[in-house]
Each structure stands twice: as C-alpha cells, then as structure tokens.
C-alpha cells in the first residue's frame, strides 16, 4: 500500500468533512529536511518513512489534529527529534540495552533507539515506526507511556496505517475500537466503544 495514495484519499476527505483539522496539517518538509533528521537520528529510514514526511510535517504550532485513531497527532520533523531525543534522556540508563526482543514488532518494555515517534497524543504516548531488523522493519507500534510497554504492532507499515484511516473516514467504519465522528466544529474526532 503506497502512502502517497493513501494520504492523498485522507487528504481529501479531510478537506471536505473535517476542515478544521485539515487546516491545522502543515504540508510536507522538504526532502532535505527529512535527511537531516535521519542523520541527527543515526537512523537509515524506509522509503516509505522518508515518503511519509515529504507528505505531511506535522501540525502549525503543534496543534492536536488527531488523524490517527484512537487520538494521535502526526509529528513534524523537528518535534520527531525533539520527543525521540526527550525519551532518550529519560530512558537513558536502558539507552544501549533496551528491554526490548530484538525484531521489529516485537515486545519491548522500554524504549527503543531504533524506533521514530511519528505521532503523539500529548500524554506521552506515541506511535512509533519500529526500525529494528526483521520481517516487520517498518511496521507502526503503539507505545504506552504509562505502562512503559508496546505488545504487538498496529500495523505492519505506514502505508498500511495511512489506508486503513482513508478507509474507516470514507466508509464511516471503525478502525480497530475507534470510531470517527466530525465535531460541530469541524474536527475529525475518534470516539471508542
């Protein structure tokens, strides 16, 4: 699933039913930028992560416009490496060994160095694109601030992810236990139940 064509569906919807959110999405960074933030990182990124950002960097001001089910956020490039950097400290006695299964969409109880926050919910919990080696390098985890974990993956790549929210606006079904709604005001909102 191409995240291109994905965002582009998503892009769509969210200008005719939701414009309020859709006017808060910056538009893509230059691919320049996404390459400084791989080498500010020490990370090699997937085409589809680098894709990914040329598309979409995050919000104005950081604003929430939670397009990613159950309330997530689309970071920029630069509040990427600021939450990744912000973690690192915090994390910084497991830094070099995680408690974590060395694939990718494997168990971790700590975070990973080789995961990129690509979208926040302003609780401290994230989803992350998961680069550890294996068959799911590039699949999107869930993690759980609170319970400092991620289980399973969301989704086995951001193409993935990206189509399947398309998907749940255009056709007004879940994705997973969320639900999507439009606010009075216009914003795309996921309600769970």
Known sequence: MDVAEGWGRLWTWLAAS?????ELLRPGAAP???????RRLGLSFP???RRWWTLCDGTVR?????????FYTPHST????????????????????PDAEPEAGTAARSFHP??????????????????????L???VLEWDQDRSEVHKPEWTSLGEMVFAVAEAL??????????????PDGRLDWRIR
């Not at 950081?62 to 159950?70: H, K, L, Q, S, V």
């Not at 990129?116 to 989803?127: E, N, S």
């Not at 255009?170 to 236990?177: A, D, R, Y």
């Open 78 to 97: 630069r509040s990427a490496f600021d939450a990744r950097e912000w973690r690192r400290l915090r994390w910084r006695a497991q830094w070099a060994e």
């Open 137 to 139: 390098h590039g699949c």
């Open 62 to 70: 950081t604003d929430f416009a939670e397009i990613f089910p159950p």
């Open 114 to 135: 080789a995961w990129v926050p690509i979208a926040f919910d302003g609780c401290g919990d994230a989803l992350v694109v998961d680069l550890r080696p294996g068959p």
């Open 170 to 183: 255009e056709t007004g079904t879940p994705v997973g236990h969320s639900h999507p709604t439009v606010t």
């Open 32 to 38: 320049a930028e996404v390459e400084e933030l791989e």
């Open 47 to 49: 085409a589809e992560l």
């Open 18 to 22: 939701a414009p309020t959110t859709h």
